[in-house]
């Protein structure tokens, strides 16, 4: 396998990270540079989930995605067997009200053929199980063939012999050999399990024997009571059988009752046909009494209906009635009307409603327009005299200031040149201005004239406005009122009058309200008399209905009686055929015969007896159930003891097979450690692990031997694994204990990479069907930790040269000056932003 692409996306630190940007990754050693929690690691996990998924994540999947961020996405394009694949993996928040974030896992499995990629699988169960078939390993193996830690390196250098053995069987997928195991340790305590219940049960076989003998006793003691019962129980059925037949009893007692019951109902039955009978004759008596009332009532009624022909309709008087309102209504609209202007009028619109309309006329087509003809010429005038006025006021004026600059200069006020006689030029202009003065005295009288005469036009053309506004307000009251009265005479003249006095008079009515009044009264008395007359023909009818039932009611009341009667007949029958049976002629002899004061005693003993037969029947059926149940118990009991005794035989076969399981198990730890481990894959081991440890340890180390332990615990066997080494220096063989902290991680290292070379190239059993993984690439993150400078140098050469490996990814914080390595740069770009740059070696 080879990492050709990696991109991420808003995974662990990186908001957005690709692989290489051109290119793909190349072969080689790849060294991953940079500070501390810079992301290094991240880098390397991007590869194991976006490879393997969700499997070897030890966190959270809310870990996994970038702080603030609601998805992620890794996309990972590599190559197997000459194939290009590429797994695309995503984690999607979900809608939740939960306080912890949940994400939803996606995946995609694509497969390059030509220039796409072609889905294989599209949900992350399938993508995981495709791509361990494709690699041939499970992911959990897969982290421990290709991803080397510190921890891992420091566990194989300083494991104990048993752990050192399960560790090495672990790495190279020995796990056919474990399933084993834990298949017959499942089993042994399957069978642990199945002892001890069949032990327990075993335990109980003899007390089960014990109740069996008790039960049995138990049983004879139930026989000897259930016999006991059953004859007091026939006992008690002989002293039962003296007595005469409960059926009989119950015959002559119901014969008896319905004697009783009949001849009553026969007596009840005869008084309701005698009331019925009474009550006929009544009811005949006051349908007469009705029939003579409904007559004087129709008599009343027609004397009142002639009375009111007489009358006007009702709806001919509310007519005067509605028309007298209506006048009264228009003649007060028209005084409230007159009131409110005060304005005199020349003729009552009341009394003569037609004039309103003729006025309006007269003051439309000639008042009106002839005084607004007097007020535009009395205005003219007026304007003309004041125009006259101020024009001879202005020259009054003229003049005084025209006296008033001789006076002062002596010059022309016109030309402004001397005058040679100013006080006879004065005394001209003072005659003149006398004249203009009398003239404009004579022009005020005129116009106060004017004025007076306009005034007065004014005042008479408002009035006569008042008039017409008046006059309007009252044309559709004053027609209304038309007419109403025409309306009124109309009806008034179909009563042949020409009033409503003379209406009233006629009538005999004070107002058309008494008149009305008294109409409703009549009609009122004669329907309620009709209503009396209608309610005493119904009550006529009731009473016929009632005759007819009652009369249906004699005749079924008779035809009861004789059913009764007959009953009767027949209960007496049944009573002496009952008494006949028990050979008496009458009850109080057959009472005296059985010494009992009543039938109902005689049946009260039959009770009795009935009672004590049921209650012993019941202790007889009761005892008969509880020995039916013991008998039952023991019958269970004895199966019981039989399946006892087939377990006690199965226990002893149970123990024999728990003892062989646990043999069996103990030769396979053997057989593994032995031929397998020790046998097959321990000397491969050693020679790849010794081809690491000499230049990892300067070249004074080398494995000396790997052999097989085996320790005897509690009848246990426990097998493991010595590794023992040959120092070059000391020219010694030392165990593990005997070497240096980095010497110790020089081993671990050296033997975990020798593990993950030879994962994709041996087969510890030849026939096996399971093919050796396609798994050349190996991630290592920081394994040098312990390593001192030179060392850590000695192994980045060491990689360099390797070959095994298609691909070797290696976290490291040792500065590499020189060689043949590409490298991978972990930092920060000049915003804070976290970078990964991807630099191919220089040839």
């Given at each position: 396998m080879k990492i050709l692409k990696v991109e991420m996306q808003n995974f662990k630190p990186y908001a957005k990270a690709i692989l290489p940007k051109e290119g793909e990754f190349g072969n080689g050693l790849l060294l991953i540079q940079g500070n501390n929690s810079m992301g290094k690691t991240s880098f390397m996990d991007a590869i194991l989930w976006g490879i393997l998924g969700d499997k070897l994540m030890t966190v959270p999947k809310s870990m996994l995605v970038k702080t603030g961020e609601s998805s992620c996405k890794v996309d990972v394009i590599f190559e197997i067997g000459g194939t290009v694949y590429r797994i695309v993996r995503k984690l999607v928040l979900k809608k939740s009200r939960k306080p912890e974030p949940e994400f939803k896992a996606q995946a995609m499995l694509t497969k390059k053929e030509g220039e796409k990629f072609v889905p294989i699988s599209s949900s992350t169960k399938q993508v995981d199980d495709e791509v361990e078939n494709l690699i041939g390993i499970t992911a959990e193996n897969m982290e421990k063939t290709i991803y080397v830690r510190q921890k891992d390196v420091d566990r194989l250098a300083k494991a104990e012999p048993k752990e050192l053995r399960e560790l090495i069987a672990s790495l190279f997928g020995l796990d056919e050999f474990e399933r084993i195991k834990k298949k017959l340790a499942d089993h042994a305590s399957d069978l642990s399990g199945l002892i001890i219940d069949l032990s327990k049960s075993v335990g109980s076989l003899e007390t089960e024997q014990r109740e069996l003998q008790k039960d049995n006793k138990k049983a004879k003691q139930e026989r000897e009571t259930l016999d006991k019962l059953k004859d007091e129980l026939e006992k008690i059925e002989r002293e039962h059988s003296r007595l005469p037949e409960e059926k009989l009893l119950k015959s002559i007692k119901k014969a008896e009752e319905e004697i009783t019951k009949e001849e009553s109902e026969i007596s009840s039955l005869n008084d309701r046909i005698k009331d019925n009978e009474k009550h006929a004759k009544e009811r005949a008596q006051r349908i007469t009494s009705l029939e003579e009332e409904i007559r004087r009532i129709e008599s009343e009624c027609k004397d009142l209906e002639e009375e009111l022909k007489k009358l006007p309709s009702e709806r001919s008087f509310r007519g005067i009635k509605e028309i007298q309102d209506s006048i009264s209504h228009h003649e007060e609209s028209m005084r409230k009307s007159v009131a409110r202007v005060k304005v005199k009028l020349d003729f009552d619109p009341i009394k003569n409603p037609r004039m309103v309309a003729q006025?309006?006329?007269?003051?439309?087509?000639?008042?009106?327009?002839?005084?607004?003809?007097?007020?535009?010429?009395?205005?003219?005038?007026?304007?003309?005299?004041?125009?006259?006025?101020?024009?001879?006021?202005?020259?009054?004026?003229?003049?005084?200031?025209?006296?008033?600059?001789?006076?002062?200069?002596?010059?022309?006020?016109?030309?402004?040149?001397?005058?040679?006689?100013?006080?006879?030029?004065?005394?001209?202009?003072?005659?003149?201005?006398?004249?203009?003065?009398?003239?404009?005295?004579?022009?005020?009288?005129?116009?106060?004239?004017?004025?007076?005469?306009?005034?007065?036009?004014?005042?008479?053309?408002?009035?006569?406005?008042?008039?017409?506004?008046?006059?309007?307000?009252?044309?559709?009251?004053?027609?209304?009122?038309?007419?109403?009265?025409?309306?009124?005479?109309?009806?008034?003249?179909?009563?042949?009058?020409?009033?409503?006095?003379?209406?009233?008079?006629?009538?005999?009515?004070?107002?058309?309200?008494?008149?009305?009044?008294?109409?409703?009264?009549?009609?009122?008395?004669i329907k309620l008399k009709l209503e009396s007359i209608t309610d005493k023909k119904e009550d006529i009818k009731k009473e016929y209905e009632e005759e007819k039932s009652e009369e249906d009611a004699i005749r079924s009341l008779k035809s009861e009686l004789d059913e009764h009667q007959s009953i009767l007949k027949a209960s007496k029958h049944n009573?002496?055929?009952?008494?006949?049976?028990?050979?008496?002629?009458?009850?109080?002899?057959?009472?005296?015969?059985?010494?009992?004061?009543?039938?109902?005693?005689?049946?009260?003993?039959?009770?009795g007896f009935k009672i004590r037969i049921e209650e012993k029947s019941d202790k007889v059926s009761s005892q008969q159930q509880s020995l039916n149940q013991l008998l039952g118990e023991i019958k269970e009991r004895k199966k019981r003891i039989e399946s006892l005794k087939q377990k006690e035989e199965e226990l002893a076969e149970k123990q024999k097979e728990l003892r062989h399981v646990k043999f069996l198990k103990g030769e396979i730890d053997g057989f593994l450690s032995i031929h397998v481990i020790e046998g097959k894959i321990i000397d491969i081991l050693k020679n790849a692990t010794n081809e690491y440890l000499m230049p990892f340890s300067d070249g004074r180390y080398r494995i000396e031997d790997i052999r097989h332990t085996l320790r005897r615990t509690r009848g246990m066997e426990s097998h493991g694994l010595e590794v023992t080494l040959f120092d070059e220096k000391d020219n010694l063989v030392k165990n593990k204990a005997q070497l240096s902290g980095g010497d110790e991680t020089a081993l671990g290292l050296a033997l975990r990479i020798a593990i993950s070379k030879l994962m994709g190239k041996i087969r510890p059993f030849k026939h096996s069907e399971i093919k050796p993984p396609l798994v050349n690439a190996i991630l290592l993150d920081e394994p040098m930790g312990s390593l001192d400078p030179p060392r850590r140098q000695e192994?980045?050469?060491?990689?360099?040269?390797?070959?095994?490996?298609?691909?070797?990814?290696?976290?490291?914080?040792?500065?590499?000056?020189?060689?043949?390595?590409?490298?991978?740069?972990?930092?920060?770009?000049?915003?804070?932003?976290?970078?990964?740059?991807?630099?191919?070696?220089?040839?």
């Open positions: 006025r309006i006329k007269e003051l439309e087509n000639s008042i009106i327009p002839s005084l607004e003809e007097t007020r535009k010429r009395c205005t003219n005038e007026v304007d003309r005299l004041k125009n006259i006025s101020t024009e001879k006021t202005l020259l009054i004026r003229t003049k005084h200031d025209s006296i008033n600059y001789i006076e002062e200069h002596d010059n022309c006020p016109v030309c402004n040149r001397d005058v040679e006689n100013g006080k006879s030029l004065v005394s001209l202009i003072k005659k003149q201005s006398k004249v203009l003065q009398d003239e404009h005295d004579k022009l005020v009288g005129q116009i106060n004239k004017a004025n007076n005469e306009l005034k007065e036009a004014e005042e008479a053309l408002e009035n006569a406005k008042k008039h017409q506004t008046l006059l309007d307000n009252l044309v559709s009251p004053a027609d209304d009122l038309k007419d109403a009265r025409n309306q009124l005479s109309t009806e008034l003249k179909f009563h042949s009058v020409g009033s409503i006095d003379e209406l009233l008079s006629n009538l005999k009515f004070s107002s058309i309200d008494e008149a009305i009044s008294k109409r409703n009264k009549l009609e009122t008395t009573l002496q055929t009952a008494l006949k049976a028990i050979s008496v002629t009458n009850t109080k002899k057959l009472l005296e015969k059985f010494e009992c004061e009543s039938i109902d005693k005689l049946l009260g003993e039959h009770t192994l980045v050469n060491v990689l360099m040269q390797d070959t095994s490996f298609n691909q070797m990814f290696l976290i490291t914080h040792t500065d590499v000056s020189y060689g043949d390595y590409h490298t991978i740069k972990v930092g920060y770009d000049g915003n804070a932003k976290r970078t990964i740059e991807y630099e191919p070696m220089t040839l």
